[in-house]
């Protein structure tokens, strides 16, 4: 499975932007997989943003997104989505998409090393 993310860019402060993820190539359907956001802030690892369940639609976020992103799929577009609201300087990284061959359908998943594939980062920059 190949990830292609999408969507990053410069907003202002308390703007909001969509990021997609798709999924091409041969593995298991897409709704198979459970599915996360990382980002990476400048010199700094990759940390957890937001998680979505194989099945179930189960979400988890990170305290300082709750509330202002939301992480959502399209199964028949095979195509994962980060809506970010009320963007804050803080937000400025790359974000990357992963994707985790579903193994419990309630299961949402914060760890780098759970997930089995990953799509390269898309820049997003906020403003102050």
């Known amino acids: 499975v190949q990830l292609q993310a999408s969507g990053g860019g410069l907003v202002q402060a308390g703007g909001s932007l969509r990021l997609s993820c798709s999924a091409s190539g041969r593995g298991r359907a897409f709704d198979a997989y459970a599915l996360g956001w990382f980002r990476q802030y400048p010199g700094k690892g990759r940390e957890f943003v937001a998680a979505m369940s194989w099945i179930g639609r189960n979400t988890l976020y990170e305290d300082s997104v709750k509330g202002r992103f939301t992480i959502s799929r399209d199964n028949a577009k095979h195509t994962m989505y980060l809506q970010m609201n009320r963007l804050e300087p803080a937000d400025t990284a790359v974000y990357y998409c992963?994707?985790?061959?579903?193994?419990?359908?309630?299961?949402?998943?914060?760890?780098?090393?759970?997930?089995?594939?990953w799509g390269q980062g898309t820049q997003v920059t906020v403003s102050s």
């Open positions: 992963a994707a985790k061959i579903g193994e419990n359908y309630s299961a949402t998943y914060t760890e780098l090393i759970e997930y089995d594939y």
